[in-house]
């Protein structure tokens, strides 16, 4: 009977110990344009190429992170983020909002009172916000959606009294897809996008 009450709660209390909440907030950065298009439209003068494109610009977010370690180096990450700035639409511009939710392995490297980690893993990110409700443009206009996607995440963790001080980066990779206007005359570029975060923050260990 003791044997099998060790089985079922020692794993679990070392499992406790070894639970770090993260809470950060800083600078958005979204660092490629979303998307330029060149459409083939016809007219009262005959047919004439029209250009689009649109990018996120330079914003604010904040973040939370909760990080498992079952090993000492070796952990688990999930983390969320939300960024607030505004969308630049072929000469508009709207309030955008774009969600980040995240799983990723992480490794860390302890030296004194400092620690340095890395993590990778897949992400939904999910673009909302007045720039993207589906408008009646649709050579530029993108309705809401969840994509699919990756984000990269390194930091470093200073121990000073009390405090476990954090600066990190970074970065959700996705790609936008859009819906041809008109078959064959139609041409897009939709880059990898590429939006950091640089922020600052704090982090607890959950005893």
């Known amino acids: 009977m003791r044997l099998l009450v060790c089985l079922l709660f020692t794993p679990t209390l070392a499992w406790a110990q070894q639970v770090?909440?993260?809470?950060?907030g800083g600078y958005f950065l979204p660092a490629v344009q979303q998307f330029e298009r060149t459409i083939v439209v016809s007219g009262p003068r005959g047919y004439a190429a029209a250009h689009f494109d649109a990018r996120q610009n330079p914003g604010v977010v904040l973040g939370v992170d909760i990080a498992v370690w079952p090993l000492s180096n070796i952990g688990v990450d999930l983390a969320?983020?939300?960024?607030?700035?505004?969308?630049?639409?072929?000469?508009?511009?709207?309030?955008?909002?774009?969600?980040?939710?995240?799983?990723?392995?992480?490794?860390?490297?302890?030296?004194?009172?400092?620690?340095?980690?890395?993590?990778?893993?897949?992400?939904?990110?999910?673009?909302?916000?007045?720039?993207?409700?589906?408008?009646?443009?649709?050579?530029?206009?993108?309705?809401?959606?969840?994509?699919?996607?990756?984000?990269?995440?390194?930091?470093?963790?200073?121990?000073?009294?009390?405090?476990?001080?954090?600066?990190?980066?970074?970065?959700?990779?996705y790609r936008v897809t859009m819906s041809p206007v008109t078959a064959g005359t139609d041409t897009k570029r939709t880059p990898l996008q590429h939006d950091l975060a640089l922020t600052a923050g704090v982090s607890v260990p959950l005893r």
Do not use: C
């Not at 770090?20 to 950060?24: F, P």
């Not at 505004?86 to 909002?97: K, P």
């Not at 992480?106 to 990110?125: C, D, N, Q, S």
């Open 80 to 173: 969320a983020t939300l960024g607030r700035s505004d969308r630049s639409e072929s000469g508009l511009n709207r309030t955008a909002v774009l969600s980040t939710l995240g799983v990723r392995l992480v490794g860390r490297k302890r030296i004194g009172e400092t620690t340095f980690r890395l993590g990778v893993g897949p992400a939904l990110i999910h673009m909302g916000g007045s720039a993207y409700d589906d408008g009646a443009a649709p050579y530029w206009s993108l309705a809401k959606r969840t994509l699919s996607g990756a984000t990269l995440q390194g930091d470093i963790t200073r121990t000073v009294g009390a405090l476990r001080l954090r600066l990190g980066v970074e970065d959700a990779l």
């Open 20 to 24: 770090e909440l993260g809470v950060k």
